[in-house]
């Protein structure tokens, strides 16, 4: 991407745009995070039917938690997108920091889900009828090793020199 | 109460729907006629604005007239077309804005000028006020004996039903932030009031699945899709309205990025005139003082 430079009206963009690490991981992993809970939304309720819409035995402060976090779910898809476009545009953007955010995001959503939906506030199960245990362990070792690929990809963008993508 | 007796005026189109059919269709072609007239004369219209005018009067007019599927179903598409999707689309083609920029008689326009920039316009479009006479209105209707009453009395339904499309319009009027009025909220209030306006009609929407409105005996199938209908027919309008506040700040942070990317010259830059529909000009035709201050902020 040269287009900055061939624009005289403008300064190079890249002098005063650095990299923003821990902004570019904040922001993939809401990324991550809506977009987990969008797949558990379309596969899980829609397609496979397992997840019950509601199944009735969820306590009032269940079901409020829930609409909560089901906006903020929604809200949070356009918001972290609208974000991460604004990084690129600013070229800001560390890709190796957001690679990792979208992995923690994914993998903690996915253990939330798992644990406090699932088990705390006891939302619906994810299938009924059924022995739950393997599927709980599936859950949430799927979320773990996420979380895990998460922290390795974490650990590895601190180690190398700061790369950011140039500015449009 | 007998399922068929739930929606008296679902059955047919009353009289009323009729005419407020012919009302949301006679809007929206004067509001082509109006967009016309400034495209003659010169200003920059754009035709989506049309478009979603015209979208939404006719999504109005037809929900007003012919809701499909059972009775309760029925009546939740009427809801989501009357209270969200329609006040949103008909919100997006800046509709205040439209009305101030043609030529109108004077006192019908000072009239006009002197509601939007009255105090108590400033305070409705309040975003969380908004929210609650929106959402508040709805728990209102489905959780006490007035859901019961409506069906009794075909004044209070069509009350009702002023004050569903009244309210989802003020709501989507005050997130959206697109025409103007006397008071600008900020990003902060707008966001936390549709998060939290969303939050209570999903939970409204998934008490429907274990529990009907109060008083009244639904068929559970028709009830269930009815609550599925309305919690992501809810979700979508949501989303929309959180694309429209996403883009405004995008939008916003793209000028100042611009602005700051530009070299400084010794005079101030004058801004090209193409109205963009922003109100990054002080003033325009209006006559309305765009910037009052962001005291939202």
């Known amino acids: 991407m040269t287009g900055s430079a061939r624009r005289p009206a403008s300064p190079p963009s890249h002098s005063d745009a650095r990299p923003l690490p821990r902004r570019s991981m904040a922001v993939c992993a809401l990324i991550g995070a809506a977009l987990m809970a969008a797949v558990d939304e379309i596969v899980f309720h829609q397609i496979l039917n397992w997840h019950h819409f509601y199944d009735r035995s969820t306590p009032a402060v269940g079901l409020l938690a829930d609409g909560l976090l089901h906006t903020a779910e929604l809200l949070g898809l356009v918001v972290g997108f609208v974000l991460y476009a604004d990084l690129r545009r600013r070229g800001t953007l560390s890709p190796a920091h957001a690679r990792a955010g979208l992995f923690l995001g994914l993998g903690g959503f996915q253990l939330f889900d798992g644990i406090v939906d699932h088990k705390v506030l006891r939302l619906h199960q994810i299938r009924y009828g059924v022995d739950l245990l393997p599927y709980d362990l599936a859950w949430n070792v799927a979320g773990l090793v996420l979380l895990g690929i998460g922290a390795v990809l974490a650990v590895r963008a601190g180690r190398a020199p700061l790369s950011a993508e140039p500015a449009r | 109460m007998t399922v068929e007796h739930l929606h008296s005026t679902g059955t047919g189109p009353g009289p009323a729907a009729v005419l407020a059919a012919t009302a949301a269709l006679s809007a929206a072609v004067g509001y082509l006629l109006a967009a016309a007239r400034l495209r003659r004369r010169g200003d920059v219209w754009p035709r989506r604005r049309d478009a979603c005018f015209v979208a939404g009067g006719v999504a109005l007019a037809a929900a007003l007239v012919t809701p499909p599927g059972g009775p309760f179903t ?19 083609a ?10 109108l008689p004077r006192p019908a326009r000072r009239a006009l000028l002197r509601v939007a920039h009255s105090r108590p316009a400033g305070w409705l479009v309040c975003p969380p006020l908004a929210a609650l006479l929106d959402v508040g209105g709805l ?21 009702v039903h002023v004050h569903v499309f009244a309210a989802g319009l003020l709501f989507s009027f005050a997130v959206c932030r697109l025409d103007p009025v006397r008071r600008r909220w900020g990003l902060f209030s707008r966001g936390t009031a549709l998060l939290g306006a969303g939050a209570a009609h999903a939970v409204l929407a998934k008490s429907f699945w274990a529990a009907p409105p109060l008083g009244t005996d639904v068929a559970t199938a028709d009830l269930r899709t009815g609550a599925l209908l309305m919690y992501y027919g809810g979700d979508l309008v949501e989303i929309a ?19 700051d990317r530009r070299p400084r010259p010794s005079s101030p830059v004058r801004r090209s005139a193409r109205v963009t529909g922003g109100y990054a000009q002080g003033t325009t035709r209006e006559g309305v003082a765009q910037r009052p201050a962001e005291a939202g902020r």
């Open chain 2, 74 to 92: 029925a009546h939740m598409v009427r809801h989501l077309v009357v209270g969200m999707v329609a006040p949103l689309l008909l919100v997006l």
């Open chain 2, 94 to 103: 800046r509709p205040l804005t439209l009305v101030l920029r043609v030529p």
């Open chain 2, 241 to 259: 309205l959180a694309v429209v506040l996403a883009v405004q700040w995008y939008a916003a942070g793209g000028r100042a990025l611009a602005r």
């Open chain 2, 139 to 159: 728990w209102l209707l489905y959780r006490t004996p007035l859901w019961a009453a409506v069906h009794e009395r075909p004044l209070l339904d069509a009350a």
